[in-house]
T-cell receptor, first 115, second 112 residues
């Protein structure tokens, strides 16, 4: 089945370290998103990309950067991790050409802990 | 931009009871309202959605209602079962409907 995958699934790092979270999809969708989930705050958009040449900031992009290496790959980087970036991170995709243009398909998530 | 508020944050019911979760939105131009279910340790998945040209949509034990005038929409789960226990998120589109803004989530616990 076509799917959205994320690596790593769990990561513990130290303050100041640079880390990269990776997302791959076999759904053939053009649109990809990165969210973070914190208890009581829901899902908040960090960055999104509508194609390889289109990268946009979401509502909480400070401290993060992204790279869209191909249609199928969208990576999130924390240049210098800090403890308040400890969260569950989700990648998602959507297909603007389908009848369910707004439906988003989520990856399994990456649990990041910054010590 | 769009703002979505969701209530309650937690909801406990007995098996067989009904559960209702409510969301309000701010952008009167929004026209699509999905609900996602996230089971413990799993990814969010779409369970039902509604477009602004209808007032209600049902799928077996779940239904969503929309009141465009009041700018709120609700998820209704009837005959709840323990497997309905999860976190539920509502959402609404913004930014030219290219993105979704999510509510803060409702943790539903169904006790046997």
């Amino acid at each position: 089945d076509a799917d959205v995958t994320q690596t790593p699934r769990n990561r513990i790092t130290k303050t100041g370290k640079r880390i990269m979270l990776e997302c791959s999809q076999t759904k053939g969708h053009d649109r990809m998103y990165w969210y973070r989930q914190d208890p009581g705050l829901g899902l908040r958009l960090i960055y999104y990309s509508f194609d390889v040449k289109d990268i946009n900031k979401g509502e909480i992009s400070d401290g993060y950067s992204v790279s869209r290496q191909a249609q199928a790959k969208f990576s999130l980087s924390l240049e210098s991790a800090i403890p308040n970036q400890t969260a569950l991170y989700f990648c998602a995709t959507s297909d603007p050409y389908s009848g369910l243009a707004y439906e988003q398909f989520f990856g399994p998530g990456t649990r990041l802990t910054v010590l | 931009g769009e703002n979505v508020e969701q209530h309650p944050s937690t909801l406990s019911v007995q098996e067989g009871d009904s559960a209702v979760i409510k969301c309000t939105y701010s952008d009167s131009a929004s026209n699509y309202f999905p609900w996602y279910k996230q089971e413990l340790g799993k990814r969010p998945q779409l369970i039902i959605d509604i477009r602004s040209n209808v007032g209600e949509k049902k799928d077996q034990r779940i239904a969503v209602t929309l009141n465009k005038t009041a700018k709120h929409f609700s998820l209704h789960i009837t005959e709840t079962q323990p497997e309905d226990s999860a976190v539920y998120f509502c959402a609404a589109p913004y930014g030219g409907f290219q993105k979704l803004v999510f509510g803060t989530g409702t943790r539903l616990l169904v006790s046997p």
